[in-house]
């Protein structure tokens, strides 16, 4: 059995690891705040018995991949083939996982980031080995979305390329290969100023958030309105990619809207008026 590690219990953690240990891997997980992994764990569970009565997996997958997930010091991580980090989008916080990663995994092990648009390549040379270092951006929620992009960094080995897209496929995903290392991939580069300009639209009374959501369902045939779905991303997640494309590439494509800032904003002050556009 081959063993994935996730650093990171979160949203993406969690959900990175319910796919990993579904789909027959053994699955290290890791998170620096207590008990992180045992609520993740409990979340995981949940969410797959819930899957099992509706008939959308045989009840005996659930123990068999409850089993596979373990709560692991990330001095286990030796074990791994590949390991996956899924912390925090804040660059500093990541580069520190991966030295102390960098120094635990075995020298043919894989490193990927699940970063959402920091550069793979500045990551990677925060280890040693960064021709075994790529981005794997899975997307929000991870069990259930299909695409995997595989951001390579300028030191990226077309041998990890490969090695990760086969591990997608038994993940049951469907991969892009960016081929250059540029802010926000492909899927961000194209998603921010669609929720950057519906949120100005929104500013300037053009439409009400309900027919701004409407519109873009019905006319552009999306599944979600644009401001359904940064509200569903995090709005703070949302600031925090533009704010970052927007330092990159000095483009006002990229310049959040002050009704996102005032939402954040509120949102940390603990109003209920911050938690997004719909009060989700």
Known sequence: ???????????????????????GFKVLMHDSQPGAVLRAKDRIAGRLNRSAARGQIVAGAVEDAMDRLMDAPLEDFHEAELVIEAVVEVMDVKKSVFRALDAIVRPEAILATNTSSFSITELSRSTSRPSQFLGMHFFNPAPVMKLVELVRGEDTSDETVIYVQEISRILGKETVVVQKDTPGFVVNRILMPLFIEAMRILEEGVASKEDIDKAVQLGLNHPMGPL???????????????????DEFHDDRFAAPQV?????????????????????
């Open 1 to 23: 059995m081959q063993t994935i590690g996730v650093v990171g219990a979160g949203t993406m953690g969690s959900g990175i690891s319910q796919l990993a240990a579904l789909s």
């Open 228 to 246: 359904t779905l940064a509200d569903f991303t995090g709005l703070d997640v949302d600031l925090e990619v533009m704010d970052y494309l927007y």
């Open 260 to 280: 996102l800032r005032r939402l954040v904003r509120a949102g940390r002050l603990g109003k209920k008026n911050g938690r997004g556009f719909y009060q989700y």
